[in-house]
């Protein structure tokens, strides 16, 4: 719960869930370039936050990549991420995981699972193209 309650008091203040945005906010950078197989990671150097982007992966996937290493940028600050495998439906590792929860937690509020709410988990996870642990998962802090 305390994850979602970073994400969504970042949406309150700012009055956005758009990651991109958020990352302004929070003056982090974000970088979009070729990464080949890798997704995205987050990295700071001389103290300037940086969030890099595989720009050859579709636009949703950008998304949500940068949902994810923003909370690597808000959840974990001092760390650098070293990268984020493209064939790897769940991250292993205690931060890997506590990102992807602040990334479903940013851009699906309560409301958003409320319209999948008669659906299940394996039907929502289908319409917003989540894998069933992060659906379980949002369900289960609502």
Do not use: W
């Not at 579709?58 to 290493?69: F, G, I, M, N, V």
């Not at 439906?89 to 851009?107: M, Q, W």
């Amino acid at each position: 719960m305390r994850i979602k309650n970073i994400a969504e008091s970042l949406c309150k203040k700012y009055m956005t869930r758009n990651p991109y945005e958020l990352a302004g906010c929070k003056n982090i950078r974000v970088i979009e370039l070729p990464l080949g197989g890798i997704k995205g990671y987050y990295s700071t150097c001389y103290r300037q936050k940086i969030i890099h982007i595989n720009s050859d992966i579709p636009e949703d996937e950008q998304l949500r990549t940068c949902a994810h290493e923003l909370g690597h940028g808000i959840l974990h600050p001092s760390s650098n991420t070293p990268f984020l495998r493209a064939s790897s439906l769940f991250p292993i590792g205690k931060y890997e995981k506590e990102a992807e929860h602040f990334a479903v937690d940013l851009l699906y509020s309560d409301d958003d699972f409320q319209e999948y709410i008669q659906f299940s988990i394996p039907e929502i996870a289908e319409c917003l193209n989540l894998p069933i642990q992060l659906v379980e998962y949002r369900l289960s802090v609502m």
